[in-house]
């Protein structure tokens, strides 16, 4: 199994950064591919940012030029990453920290709410 903990989010102005993380421990060894999604009020979960474990990288077109993923690895955890620039109201979600090995594990999600 795999444990997915976010951190990171919270209240931030227009035009103001956030950074996001999400711990992965447990069977790490077995992911292949991290994601973030990101929930808002009255919407579909959507896909922000993909990074696969040969460093291939997708930005949904909204979030282009403004997030960043990121991977870091340090001991039996690894850490995912998610900068977040620019933000603007429309970016407002529970942002979940998704992780794909032999099954599909997310994490509990943290809220960011970005006021004009």
């Known amino acids: 199994q795999v444990q997915l903990v976010e951190s990171g989010g919270g209240l931030v102005q227009a035009g103001g950064s956030l950074r996001l993380s999400c711990a992965a421990s447990g069977r790490i060894f077995s992911i292949d591919v991290m994601s973030w999604y990101r929930q808002a009020p009255g919407k579909q979960r959507e896909l922000v940012a993909t990074?696969?474990?040969?460093?291939?990288?997708?930005?949904a077109d909204s979030v282009k030029g403004r997030f960043t993923i990121s991977r870091d690895n340090a001991g039996n955890t690894v850490y995912l990453y998610l900068q977040m620039n620019s933000l603007t109201p429309e970016d407002t979600a529970v942002y979940y920290c998704h992780a794909r090995s032999y099954l599909l594990h997310w994490g509990q999600g943290t809220q960011v709410t970005v006021s004009s």
């Open positions: 990074l696969t474990s040969g460093g291939t990288i997708y930005y």
